[in-house]
Protein backbone atom coordinates (compact mmCIF):
# COMPACT_ATOMS: atom_id res chain seq x y z
CA UNK A 1 0.00 0.00 0.00
CA UNK A 2 1.52 3.26 -1.30
CA UNK A 3 -1.52 5.54 -0.26
CA UNK A 4 -4.45 5.46 1.64
CA UNK A 5 -7.12 6.61 -0.38
CA UNK A 6 -10.05 4.59 -0.29
CA UNK A 7 -11.18 1.08 2.01
CA UNK A 8 -11.71 -0.52 -1.10
CA UNK A 9 -7.78 -0.36 -1.47
CA UNK A 10 -7.48 -2.35 1.89
CA UNK A 11 -8.60 -6.12 2.73
CA UNK A 12 -10.41 -6.89 5.47
CA UNK A 13 -6.89 -8.67 6.99
CA UNK A 14 -5.17 -5.12 5.95
CA UNK A 15 -7.82 -3.13 7.93
CA UNK A 16 -7.32 -5.90 11.27
CA UNK A 17 -3.65 -4.63 10.88
CA UNK A 18 -4.71 -1.27 11.09
CA UNK A 19 -6.82 -1.44 14.07
CA UNK A 20 -4.33 -3.85 16.24
CA UNK A 21 -1.47 -1.59 15.00
CA UNK A 22 -3.87 1.52 16.42
CA UNK A 23 -4.23 -0.69 19.79
CA UNK A 24 -0.67 -1.39 20.20
CA UNK A 25 0.17 2.54 19.54
CA UNK A 26 -2.38 3.51 22.13
CA UNK A 27 -0.56 1.22 25.20
CA UNK A 28 2.53 1.91 24.55
CA UNK A 29 3.34 4.79 22.11
CA UNK A 30 6.53 4.59 19.57
CA UNK A 31 8.36 7.03 17.34
CA UNK A 32 9.60 6.75 14.10
CA UNK A 33 13.45 6.71 13.68
CA UNK A 34 14.88 9.65 11.38
CA UNK A 35 13.36 12.93 10.53
CA UNK A 36 9.85 13.41 8.76
CA UNK A 37 7.71 16.18 7.49
CA UNK A 38 3.95 15.65 7.16
CA UNK A 39 1.87 18.06 4.82
CA UNK A 40 -1.44 18.63 6.58
CA UNK A 41 -3.11 19.94 3.13
CA UNK A 42 -7.03 21.18 4.57
CA UNK A 43 -8.72 22.86 1.61
CA UNK A 44 -12.21 22.44 3.32
CA UNK A 45 -12.57 23.37 7.27
CA UNK A 46 -11.77 20.61 9.85
CA UNK A 47 -11.13 20.12 13.41
CA UNK A 48 -11.60 16.73 13.91
CA UNK A 49 -9.55 15.12 11.36
CA UNK A 50 -6.83 18.28 10.75
CA UNK A 51 -5.81 18.04 14.40
CA UNK A 52 -6.04 14.44 14.89
CA UNK A 53 -3.15 13.82 12.49
CA UNK A 54 -1.28 16.94 13.77
CA UNK A 55 -1.49 15.43 17.27
CA UNK A 56 -0.49 11.97 15.07
CA UNK A 57 2.19 13.08 14.13
CA UNK A 58 3.83 14.36 17.13
CA UNK A 59 3.18 11.51 18.40
CA UNK A 60 4.84 9.78 15.69
CA UNK A 61 8.20 12.03 15.80
CA UNK A 62 7.18 13.72 12.37
CA UNK A 63 7.14 17.34 12.04
CA UNK A 64 3.62 18.65 11.32
CA UNK A 65 3.82 20.94 7.63
CA UNK A 66 -0.21 22.72 8.06
CA UNK A 67 -1.45 24.41 5.09
CA UNK A 68 -2.87 27.60 6.22
CA UNK A 69 -4.91 28.13 3.05
CA UNK A 70 -5.98 32.18 3.80
CA UNK A 71 -2.38 33.31 4.37
CA UNK A 72 -1.15 30.65 1.44
CA UNK A 73 -0.74 31.51 -1.95
CA UNK A 74 -3.89 29.90 -2.98
CA UNK A 75 -5.12 33.12 -2.47
CA UNK A 76 -3.05 34.16 -5.60
CA UNK A 77 -4.45 31.27 -7.39
CA UNK A 78 -2.51 29.05 -6.86
CA UNK A 79 -3.85 25.16 -7.67
CA UNK A 80 -4.17 22.01 -5.15
CA UNK A 81 -1.71 20.35 -7.47
CA UNK A 82 0.98 22.81 -7.74
CA UNK A 83 0.28 23.21 -3.64
CA UNK A 84 0.84 19.85 -3.42
CA UNK A 85 4.07 19.64 -5.92
CA UNK A 86 5.36 22.51 -3.11
CA UNK A 87 5.27 20.83 -0.31
CA UNK A 88 6.73 17.85 -1.67
CA UNK A 89 9.86 19.86 -3.08
CA UNK A 90 10.36 21.73 0.12
CA UNK A 91 10.64 18.24 1.98
CA UNK A 92 7.29 17.09 2.82
CA UNK A 93 7.95 13.53 3.01
CA UNK A 94 3.86 12.68 3.04
CA UNK A 95 0.61 14.09 2.35
CA UNK A 96 -2.67 14.38 4.19
CA UNK A 97 -5.40 15.88 1.68
CA UNK A 98 -8.68 16.92 2.13
CA UNK A 99 -10.55 18.72 -0.77
CA UNK A 100 -14.09 19.27 -1.84
CA UNK A 101 -13.35 16.96 -5.07
CA UNK A 102 -14.34 13.69 -5.47
CA UNK A 103 -11.06 12.70 -7.04
CA UNK A 104 -8.57 15.29 -6.10
CA UNK A 105 -5.76 12.75 -6.01
CA UNK A 106 -6.22 11.78 -9.45
CA UNK A 107 -3.68 14.44 -10.52
CA UNK A 108 -1.36 13.79 -8.16
CA UNK A 109 -1.12 10.02 -8.81
CA UNK A 110 1.77 9.31 -10.53
CA UNK A 111 3.57 12.90 -9.92
CA UNK A 112 4.25 12.91 -6.42
CA UNK A 113 6.44 10.59 -5.24
CA UNK A 114 5.33 10.37 -1.71
CA UNK A 115 2.57 8.67 0.26
CA UNK A 116 -1.25 10.27 0.14
CA UNK A 117 -3.43 10.22 2.81
CA UNK A 118 -7.52 11.04 1.92
CA UNK A 119 -8.31 13.34 4.75
CA UNK A 120 -12.40 13.66 3.04
CA UNK A 121 -12.80 13.71 -0.65
CA UNK A 122 -15.82 15.61 -1.38
CA UNK A 123 -19.04 13.32 -1.18
CA UNK A 124 -16.92 10.35 -1.84
CA UNK A 125 -14.39 8.92 0.44
CA UNK A 126 -13.47 9.69 4.35
CA UNK A 127 -10.93 6.61 4.59
CA UNK A 128 -9.54 7.10 7.88
CA UNK A 129 -12.97 8.29 9.35
CA UNK A 130 -14.63 5.16 8.53
CA UNK A 131 -11.19 3.28 10.10
CA UNK A 132 -11.84 5.25 13.22
CA UNK A 133 -14.92 3.96 13.68
CA UNK A 134 -14.30 1.11 13.01
CA UNK A 135 -12.08 0.65 16.06
CA UNK A 136 -14.89 2.16 18.29
CA UNK A 137 -17.12 -0.84 16.97
CA UNK A 138 -14.26 -3.27 17.52
CA UNK A 139 -13.56 -2.27 21.05
CA UNK A 140 -16.94 -2.38 21.88
CA UNK A 141 -18.41 -5.59 19.97
CA UNK A 142 -14.96 -7.48 19.62
CA UNK A 143 -16.22 -8.74 16.16
CA UNK A 144 -18.02 -7.15 13.15
CA UNK A 145 -20.41 -10.38 12.49
CA UNK A 146 -24.02 -10.92 13.36
CA UNK A 147 -23.63 -6.84 14.13
CA UNK A 148 -26.56 -4.68 12.45
CA UNK A 149 -25.05 -1.16 11.83
CA UNK A 150 -27.54 1.38 10.26
CA UNK A 151 -26.33 4.63 8.86
CA UNK A 152 -28.80 7.14 9.68
CA UNK A 153 -29.07 10.82 7.60
CA UNK A 154 -27.59 12.42 5.13
CA UNK A 155 -26.64 9.47 3.11
CA UNK A 156 -26.69 11.34 -0.19
CA UNK A 157 -24.01 14.24 1.15
CA UNK A 158 -21.68 11.54 3.19
CA UNK A 159 -18.36 10.54 2.51
CA UNK A 160 -18.23 8.38 5.52
CA UNK A 161 -21.52 6.92 4.86
CA UNK A 162 -19.65 5.64 1.66
CA UNK A 163 -16.89 4.59 3.64
CA UNK A 164 -18.35 2.39 6.20
CA UNK A 165 -21.18 1.05 3.99
CA UNK A 166 -18.18 -0.64 1.75
CA UNK A 167 -15.24 -1.02 5.08
CA UNK A 168 -18.33 -2.76 7.40
CA UNK A 169 -20.00 -5.22 4.66
CA UNK A 170 -16.20 -6.45 3.93
CA UNK A 171 -16.18 -7.63 7.34
CA UNK A 172 -19.32 -8.88 7.37
CA UNK A 173 -21.87 -6.68 9.12
CA UNK A 174 -25.21 -6.10 8.01
CA UNK A 175 -25.48 -2.71 6.77
CA UNK A 176 -28.94 -0.47 6.41
CA UNK A 177 -29.36 2.91 5.48
CA UNK A 178 -31.86 5.15 7.37
CA UNK A 179 -32.37 8.34 5.16
CA UNK A 180 -35.36 11.31 4.56
CA UNK A 181 -36.64 11.13 1.55
CA UNK A 182 -34.37 12.29 -1.08
CA UNK A 183 -31.10 11.80 1.28
CA UNK A 184 -30.68 8.06 0.69
CA UNK A 185 -27.97 7.03 -2.26
CA UNK A 186 -29.38 3.62 -4.05
CA UNK A 187 -26.38 3.18 -5.46
CA UNK A 188 -24.53 1.63 -2.94
CA UNK A 189 -27.29 -1.71 -3.23
CA UNK A 190 -27.67 -1.05 0.83
CA UNK A 191 -31.76 -1.67 2.20
CA UNK A 192 -33.19 1.33 3.85
CA UNK A 193 -34.98 1.37 6.42
CA UNK A 194 -37.30 3.90 8.93
CA UNK A 195 -35.60 5.76 11.60
CA UNK A 196 -38.16 4.01 14.34
CA UNK A 197 -37.48 0.38 12.67
CA UNK A 198 -33.76 1.38 12.73
CA UNK A 199 -33.66 2.34 16.33
CA UNK A 200 -35.45 -1.05 17.29
CA UNK A 201 -33.10 -3.17 15.23
CA UNK A 202 -29.63 -2.47 15.39
CA UNK A 203 -26.56 -2.77 17.34
CA UNK A 204 -24.81 0.25 16.06
CA UNK A 205 -26.28 3.20 15.45
CA UNK A 206 -24.27 5.80 13.36
CA UNK A 207 -26.10 8.72 12.82
CA UNK A 208 -24.74 11.19 10.74
CA UNK A 209 -24.91 15.21 10.17
CA UNK A 210 -26.95 17.33 7.85
CA UNK A 211 -24.44 18.54 5.26
CA UNK A 212 -26.26 22.26 4.72
CA UNK A 213 -23.47 23.19 3.03
CA UNK A 214 -23.35 20.67 0.48
CA UNK A 215 -27.36 21.08 -0.01
CA UNK A 216 -28.14 23.85 -3.28
CA UNK A 217 -31.04 24.14 -1.33
CA UNK A 218 -32.73 23.89 2.15
CA UNK A 219 -34.08 20.19 2.00
CA UNK A 220 -35.68 20.33 5.32
CA UNK A 221 -36.57 22.45 7.95
CA UNK A 222 -34.19 21.97 10.77
CA UNK A 223 -36.77 22.30 13.22
CA UNK A 224 -38.92 19.29 12.06
CA UNK A 225 -35.76 16.65 10.85
CA UNK A 226 -35.04 15.96 14.34
CA UNK A 227 -38.70 14.85 15.31
CA UNK A 228 -39.24 13.02 11.52
CA UNK A 229 -35.91 11.42 11.03
CA UNK A 230 -33.31 12.49 13.94
CA UNK A 231 -32.53 10.46 16.83
CA UNK A 232 -35.14 11.77 19.66
CA UNK A 233 -35.21 10.23 23.31
CA UNK A 234 -38.30 8.65 22.53
CA UNK A 235 -36.29 6.53 20.30
CA UNK A 236 -33.67 6.09 21.65
CA UNK A 237 -35.51 4.52 24.69
CA UNK A 238 -36.20 1.35 22.07
CA UNK A 239 -32.83 0.84 21.55
CA UNK A 240 -31.56 -2.63 22.68
CA UNK A 241 -29.66 -2.41 25.84
CA UNK A 242 -26.26 -2.60 24.45
CA UNK A 243 -26.81 -0.73 21.21
CA UNK A 244 -24.42 2.02 20.83
CA UNK A 245 -24.92 5.67 19.33
CA UNK A 246 -21.87 6.67 17.16
CA UNK A 247 -21.67 10.36 15.14
CA UNK A 248 -18.64 11.41 13.23
CA UNK A 249 -19.17 14.99 14.30
CA UNK A 250 -19.52 17.76 14.17
CA UNK A 251 -23.42 17.07 15.44
CA UNK A 252 -25.78 19.65 14.41
CA UNK A 253 -27.47 19.67 17.83
CA UNK A 254 -31.28 19.03 18.47
CA UNK A 255 -31.15 18.32 14.35
CA UNK A 256 -30.00 14.63 13.67
CA UNK A 257 -30.19 13.94 17.33
CA UNK A 258 -31.27 15.44 20.51
CA UNK A 259 -28.75 17.21 22.51
CA UNK A 260 -28.84 15.29 25.70
CA UNK A 261 -28.13 12.36 23.80
CA UNK A 262 -24.65 13.27 22.12
CA UNK A 263 -22.58 12.36 25.80
CA UNK A 264 -25.55 9.89 27.01
CA UNK A 265 -24.07 6.66 27.91
CA UNK A 266 -24.66 4.93 24.80
CA UNK A 267 -22.98 7.56 22.74
CA UNK A 268 -19.13 6.91 21.52
CA UNK A 269 -18.84 10.41 20.03
CA UNK A 270 -15.61 11.27 22.01
CA UNK A 271 -14.12 8.17 21.90
CA UNK A 272 -14.62 7.92 17.94
CA UNK A 273 -12.55 11.13 18.60
CA UNK A 274 -10.18 9.37 20.33
CA UNK A 275 -9.56 7.03 18.13
CA UNK A 276 -9.11 9.03 15.77
CA UNK A 277 -5.16 9.72 16.93
CA UNK A 278 -4.24 6.16 16.82
CA UNK A 279 -5.65 5.00 13.76
CA UNK A 280 -3.84 7.95 11.92
CA UNK A 281 -1.03 7.21 13.84
CA UNK A 282 -1.04 3.67 12.61
CA UNK A 283 -1.80 4.47 8.89
CA UNK A 284 1.19 7.05 9.08
CA UNK A 285 3.44 4.57 10.02
CA UNK A 286 2.74 2.05 7.68
CA UNK A 287 2.97 4.38 4.94
CA UNK A 288 6.76 5.08 6.08
CA UNK A 289 7.37 1.71 6.09
CA UNK A 290 7.12 1.69 10.32
CA UNK A 291 9.35 -1.76 11.59
CA UNK A 292 5.69 -2.44 13.77
CA UNK A 293 3.72 -3.07 11.04
CA UNK A 294 2.85 -6.00 9.26
CA UNK A 295 3.13 -5.17 5.71
CA UNK A 296 1.85 -8.37 4.56
CA UNK A 297 -1.92 -7.61 5.32
CA UNK A 298 -2.14 -4.92 2.94
CA UNK A 299 -3.28 -5.01 -0.55
CA UNK A 300 -1.35 -2.60 -2.92
CA UNK A 301 -3.45 -1.65 -5.95
CA UNK A 302 -2.21 1.79 -6.30
CA UNK A 303 1.28 2.22 -7.14
N1 LIG B 1 -15.45 13.91 11.42
C1 LIG B 1 -14.76 14.87 10.77
O1 LIG B 1 -14.24 14.65 9.68
O2 LIG B 1 -14.69 16.06 11.44
P1 LIG B 1 -13.91 17.33 10.91
O3 LIG B 1 -14.63 17.83 9.68
O4 LIG B 1 -13.94 18.32 12.04
O5 LIG B 1 -12.51 16.90 10.56
Redesign the pocket.
Known sequence: MQHFLSVNDVSADGIYAILDTAEALRKKPESLTGQYFAANLFFE??????MSFHVAERKLGIDPLELEPDLASIVKGESPYDTARTYEAIGADIMVVRHANDHWYDELLGKVSVPLINA?SGKDE?PT?SMLDLLTIYQEFGRFNDLTIVIAGDIKHSRVARSNAHALKKLGATVYFAAPPGLGDASLAVSHLSIDEACEMCDVLMLLRVQHERHTAAVYDTSSYLSGYGLTTERERSMKEHAIIMH???VNRGVEMDTRLVECSRSRIFKQMENGVYVRMAIMAKLLNWRGVNHEHFTDKRQ
Open positions: PSTRTRGHQPAP
